[in-house]
């Protein structure tokens, strides 16, 4: 990374320095509290503000995650994508210590979060973000009188992700299929846009260094190599894989050989973007007589195989900041009126593929409004839904094979789903 | 955690004074120092933690620098680490007591616990006190030779650190030698890693002074060194491998093969989950390729993927930095992205910083084929309830519309939103008609039948007023009543807080008068009489001058006032391919999110190892085509060439002014368009010229002051030059810092020159057969830089030459250094005449 950071802070939601660890001398916490509360303050809606501002010659890159500001300042010219990606990691890191990342958390942890701070960057450098070799010479308090700490184990290793001398009682798999829908249609019901971006994520309960094979269904492996296939046309585009997988292997025979890391991870990423049928299409009308009432309907049909059925569906319709007295009555599901997001939330717990179900709501409309404020929101239809046991693109795992030279029998558990992403829908 | 940053504020109620608690500490700490009891470690753990917590909310606690030194006599581990950071926070405040600190810190250097060997280490270099260097070097030394890499790995960062606190006892203690050793055979990749940023950091600060020192730096970039790392690549964290892959940027390959070879290796490196070694790769290749135009583009095409991938996945801060490269390449290379413009379209809960750049993502991909879908999707965003974003929607639809041939459906939309009736969609709309009308004349007819049923008094904000006063006097004949517009306006003339909207009255007004005297009349008097007790100074002059002009005579001042205009082609683009060409060539680094190259925003000393890669890799020999300017070079450039001061404010203001069009119009800009409306610009603006050195030249010519179109042929002198001249790059680049300008000046380039000038070759070939030899060359049309060196004739007294020409301008801006002074005048004819020969032979 071309340039070095400066310091790295931690900020309350008021922009005050938490903690901060100075790592070259040339930018003063002071100075930066100054400009960062100055900066919130003065924007009001910090989501609104830029995450990579200039000031006074020192560049100040910050990423919010609930109500503490992670952010580091540089003099440099410094790589920028790859310090914001920093910071999200050092996230990752804080939070896989503190299960959550808040004010509190730091509070109760300066101790910690200095060591932790000290580790994952010296002098302005990036070093170790990987939380789970982090975790192998700093501990928290629980841990700490009972495990002598060494240097990590891994600094020797090939493996640099994971350490050697693992050990469950019952070595198990995981391996998520999840591929989470985009989709954008406009206000005249035509698909704008639309995208399936899906992971393989594994958590890996293993003991030792296990080595582990995964087939997928040739369809997949075929059309990643860029060769013609017969049958319904599905793109992948984009794989990217974890570290740990054997890239070169899988270049010459489609095999995809790693040693995962212990705990949870991405194996593999792709995105695909034929289009596809909206797995879950709404329709709405909304009808406003005269400037007392307003009446909604919304029509939600599921146009996936019979045998899948989403579950979970949240289909969230805007209405008029100033609706009130809701009458609403659905043909499935429920439906409640949530004035602090100006919607209606309609939830079906489960929808099977195939059906229609209708919402029909009426809402009264004050007769009387603050012509100033007319300000027409312009929310789309948002929808939320999981259908498990399927997925858009038709990747299949064929097996999944561990081997470790102690010979020990593992358990995967290969499981689909698939769910909305940025489901939006702008049809009223 | 420096608690002289956190003092400053003063303690709420609700958090401990400190006095007393800390007194409290310092007793309980003594008591426990010489103790050996079972369980005493648990109990300064406690006091410990209390240390720090009280050091972190801002108390000072430095007073218990003693007790905490004296309790630190301890093996655990937790204790030391604790200690460790209360040190390194208190020691720079208080170098005496530091001095404590030396003799346990050093001890522990020496532990048995690689964990603590490092960590105390780690403290030492640390305390950032310069008495202090002389106990840094025995464990630096022993530390790098430690057999645990967590020892090796911090010991590096610790010789950075040494260097930064004093250069001399590092370089004496010749650690720099050490690390090169270890960077090529350590087993640890994470200490081969240090050792490259720590070599990088020092070689570069050491170059300017140390001719070793710039060699080191070179051998950095060398075929063993950069193969070395790349084989190793994939054994290196991930922030490590974008630190390789920066370097590798800086590596030139001698031949196609090998550039080949590095993008074959590095291929997987595109599939790599982290961005942030994704785009570094993307720079790679990028990079290498630049000189291989086919290649070059299917590297666009390659990618395009992992990029827009990043775009959508992800936190919105990564889709932030990851949009602002890609917008730089879309300025690149438009066509490569425009058929997936939809990935560009905003979602409804993005925060605006990320909804600005799409708007600009979609403006830059717009082409003949995606606009119509592009401005349905703006239009929706006009109507958002985020008011920013819809205003810069409206700009983005205005922008298209300028870009494009066939603008029917885009005018009607514009339209349109004049009649949405929202006050800023109205203002911000005004401004887009009143641009397009300068492009597009033949609109006059659909727009004014529209804009004239704006009432004038619903529009408040400056630049709509001015743009709908500018529209009332340009069309005074078409509006049936803009003489009463603009009287009511002129009435009101006290009330008008701008006074850029008081300049364009005054010409509005006059134009209105040429057109329609006897209506006009009284308000132009009004106009005139309040234009000149104006205690603005640019209204008063403009008032007094048309009152002047009008006196001496009528016809003449509607020559100057309202002379028939040509449709504006093209407007200018205020920033310079030069700078962007500069911003390119710092592909994933802040200035892509800036839009300005680095020295923009970074002091001298906070350059980094980046500057190096511009001086050195980049400035290739011959034909290859690299338009990479030396740091020094560009800044000299920028005072006369580059930039105007008004377009350096312009890059320094808001992030969408940078890429985008100002428009100018009238006197409000002070950009160059070549047009004759410039004359009615120029003479109404007398200020103008001084401002900005180009626009100045335009108008020389266009008056027929400037220099002659085609120069008079000098005879040639007397100098004559070695037809076998040579230079190597580096020896060039050492000149070209050293010596000073000796000559700088425009040179006009013939038609037929310029015409010839397809590709810098062309030029290339024609300087050699005069002697004059090209060490650099690049640039695409319209702008193309050279760099040229000649030498004397059986002496070895050298010119160099740096030659920017502008084809759309024909001309070339010279730049000549020489060893001996004296002939340099004699060289620079030399040079010109050579340089008008060009495409006549």
């Known amino acids: 990374m071309a340039g070095a950071a400066s310091a790295l802070f931690l900020l309350d939601i008021k922009g005050r320095v938490l903690v901060w660890r100075d790592y070259r001398g040339d930018v003063s916490a002071a100075q930066a509290e100054r400009f960062f509360t100055k900066l919130i303050e003065k924007e009001g809606d910090p989501q609104s503000q830029d995450p990579v501002v200039y000031d006074n010659g020192v560049t100040y890159m910050f990423i919010q995650h609930s109500n503490v500001y992670l952010m580091t300042a540089t003099r440099q010219n410094c790589n920028a994508a790859s310090l914001l990606f920093f910071l999200h990691r050092v996230v990752d890191v804080f939070k896989h210590y503190f299960e959550e990342l808040e004010e509190e958390s730091l509070r109760d942890n300066f101790v910690v979060v200095y060591e932790l701070l000290d580790e994952i960057m010296d002098f302005g450098y990036p070093q170790y973000t990987e939380a789970k070799i982090l975790s192998e010479f700093i501990k928290t308090d629980a841990y700490r009188m009972e495990v002598t700490q060494r240097p990590p184990m891994a600094v020797t290793n090939a493996v640099s992700w994971r350490s050697e001398g693992i050990n469950y009682k019952k070595n198990e798999v995981f391996l998520d299929v999840v591929e989470s829908v985009n989709i954008l249609v406009n206000s005249n019901g035509q698909i704008i846009r639309s995208d399936v971006v899906g992971a393989l994520k594994m958590r890996t309960y293993l003991s030792g260094m296990p080595e582990c094979k995964l087939g997928l269904n040739d369809r997949v492996l075929l059309e990643a190599q860029g060769r013609a296939t017969k049958g319904k046309a599905i793109d992948l585009e984009d794989i990217k894989f974890h570290q740990c997988v054997r890239l070169a292997r899988f270049e010459n025979d489609r095999t995809i050989s790693f040693i995962p890391p212990d705990g949870s991870f991405d194996l593999m990423t792709y995105r695909l973007s034929t289009q596809v049928k909206p797995l879950i299409w709404v329709e709405a009308q909304v009808e406003k007589h005269s400037r007392s009432r307003v009446e909604i309907m919304v029509k939600a049909r599921s146009q996936f195989k019979e045998r899948s059925t989403a579950t979970n569906v949240e289909i969230m319709v805007p209405v008029p900041a100033d609706a009130s007295s809701p009458n609403v009555r659905t043909s499935m599901g429920s439906a409640a009126y949530a004035p602090e997001n100006d919607a209606l939330l309609w939830k079906i717990r489960s929808f099977p593929g195939g059906k229609e179900y209708m919402l029909r709501a009426e809402f009264t409309l004050p007769s009387i409004t603050d012509e100033e404020a007319t300000q027409e929101r312009k929310a789309p239809i948002r929808v939320k839904f999981e259908i498990p046991y399927f997925t858009v693109s038709g990747i299949q795992v064929r097996y999944l094979k561990i081997i470790e030279k102690s010979g020990y029998q593992a358990l995967p558990w290969v499981r689909y789903i698939t769910m909305a992403g940025e489901y939006e829908l702008r049809l009223i | ?841």
């Open chain 2, 1 to 841: 955690m420096a608690p002289p940053a956190q003092s400053q504020r003063s303690p709420s109620p609700s958090q401990p004074s400190g006095k007393s608690e800390v007194s409290d500490l310092k007793l309980q700490l003594r008591q426990l120092a010489g103790s050996r009891a079972p369980g005493v470690d648990d109990s300064k753990r406690e006091l410990f933690k209390k240390v720090i917590s009280y050091m972190t909310i801002g108390i000072d606690v430095s007073s218990l620098f003693g007790e905490m030194v004296m309790c630190s006599a301890t093996s655990d581990i937790v204790l030391k680490k604790m200690c460790y950071l209360y040190v390194g926070n208190y020691a720079k405040v208080n170098p005496d007591l530091a001095l404590l600190t030396i003799n346990f810190l050093q001890r522990d250097c020496r532990d048995e616990d690689p964990m603590i060997r490092g960590l105390a280490l780690r403290s030492l270099c640390s305390l950032r006190v310069a008495n202090l260097v002389e106990y840094l070097v025995g464990p630096l030394g022993s530390g790098l030779k430690d057999n645990n890499s967590y020892v090796r790995m911090v010991a590096v960062m610790g010789v950075l650190k040494l260097y930064h606190i004093s250069a001399s006892t590092c370089i004496d203690a010749d650690f720099p030698s050490i690390l090169k050793h270890l960077m090529l055979h350590d087993s640890d990749t994470q200490v081969v890693a240090n050792c490259l940023s720590a070599l990088q950091e020092i070689w570069s600060a050491e170059a300017s002074t140390s001719e070793e020192a710039s060699r080191e730096r070179e051998a950095l970039i060398s075929k063993p060194v950069i193969y070395y790392l790349l084989n190793r690549i994939k054994e290196f964290s991930e922030w490590a491998q974008c630190l390789v892959l920066e370097l590798v940027t800086k590596y030139v390959p001698s031949d196609s093969s090998e550039i080949f070879d590095i993008m074959n290796l590095l291929e997987d490196r595109l599939q790599h989950a982290n961005g942030a070694v994704v785009l570094a790769t993307i720079r790679v290749f990028l990079q290498l390729t630049l000189s291989m135009t086919d290649v070059h583009q299917q590297v666009y095409e390659r990618i395009k993927a992992p990029l827009l991938t990043l775009v959508s996945s992800g936190s919105p801060e990564q889709s932030y930095a990851v949009l602002s490269h890609l917008h730089l390449l879309v300025m690149r290379a438009p066509y490569v992205f425009s058929s997936d413009y939809k990935h560009f379209y905003c979602q409804y809960n993005e925060p605006s910083y990320v909804k600005r750049l799409k708007l600009e993502m979609l403006t830059a991909v717009a082409n003949e084929s995606n606009t119509y879908e592009i401005v349905t999707e703006l239009c929706e965003y006009a109507a958002n309830v985020d008011i920013p974003i819809a205003r810069e929607s409206i700009r983005a639809v205005g922008k298209i519309a300028l870009q494009q041939y066939d603008v029917n459906a885009i005018v009607d939309r514009l339209l349109q939103f004049l009649e949405m009736e929202k006050d800023y969609v109205t203002a911000e709309a005004l401004v887009l008609v009143k641009d397009l009308l300068r492009k597009y004349p033949q609109w006059s007819h659909d727009c004014i039948a529209v804009v004239g049923n704006i009432s004038s008094k619903n529009v408040q904000e400056p630049k709509a007023k001015a743009a709908l006063i500018w529209m009332l006097g340009e069309y005074s004949q078409d509006m049936q009543d803009a003489p009463y517009v603009l009287e009511s306006l002129v009435e009101n003339w006290d009330e008008e807080h701008s006074a850029e909207v008081r300049l364009h009255l005054l010409t509005a007004v006059m134009k209105c008068f040429f057109k329609r005297p006897p209506e006009t009349q009284s308000a132009l008097g009004a106009a005139l009489a309040g234009g000149i007790a104006d205690f603005h100074q640019d209204v008063h002059d403009r008032a007094l001058f048309y009152y002047r002009i009008l006196r001496y005579n009528v016809s003449v001042a509607e020559r100057v006032v309202n002379p028939p205009k040509q449709a504006v082609s093209v407007f200018a683009d205020t920033q310079s391919s030069e700078i962007k060409d500069r911003i390119f060539d710092e592909f994933n680094s802040l200035s892509v999110l800036y839009q300005k190259p680095s020295y923009m925003f970074t002091d001298k000393e906070h350059r980094g190892p980046l500057e190096f890669a511009d001086e050195l890799g980049n400035l290739s020999i011959g034909e290859a085509a690299n338009n990479v300017v030396p740091t020094q070079m560009v800044e000299e450039n920028d005072k006369d060439l580059l930039l105007t001061t008004s377009e350096k404010e312009e890059t320094k203001g808001s992030r969408n002014n940078g890429s985008a069009y100002t428009v100018p119009y009238d006197g409000s800009s002070t950009s160059v368009f070549a047009s004759q409306a410039q004359i009615e610009s120029a003479v109404s603006n007398p200020t103008l010229a001084g401002h900005s050195p180009q626009a100045s030249f335009a108008i020389d010519d266009l008056l027929g002051l400037g220099i002659p179109a085609t120069p008079a042929v000098p005879s040639p002198p007397q100098l004559k030059l070695n037809t076998k001249a040579a230079l190597d790059p580096s020896t060039f680049q050492q000149k070209w810092r050293q010596l000073p300008v000796a000559l700088s000046q425009e040179i006009s380039v013939n038609p037929q020159g310029v015409a010839a000038l397809t590709a810098p070759q062309a030029l290339l070939r024609h300087m050699q057969s005069h002697s004059i030899h090209c060490i650099a060359s690049g640039g695409q049309s319209p702008n193309f830089k050279f760099f040229f060196f000649a030498q004397k004739f059986e002496e070895s007294s050298n010119y160099l030459v740096e030659c920017v020409i502008n084809t759309s301008s024909a001309k070339a801006q010279v730049k000549i250094k020489a060893d001996d002074q004296n002939t340099s005048q004699d060289f620079s004819t030399l040079f010109e005449s050579a340089l008008s020969k060009f495409g006549t032979s």
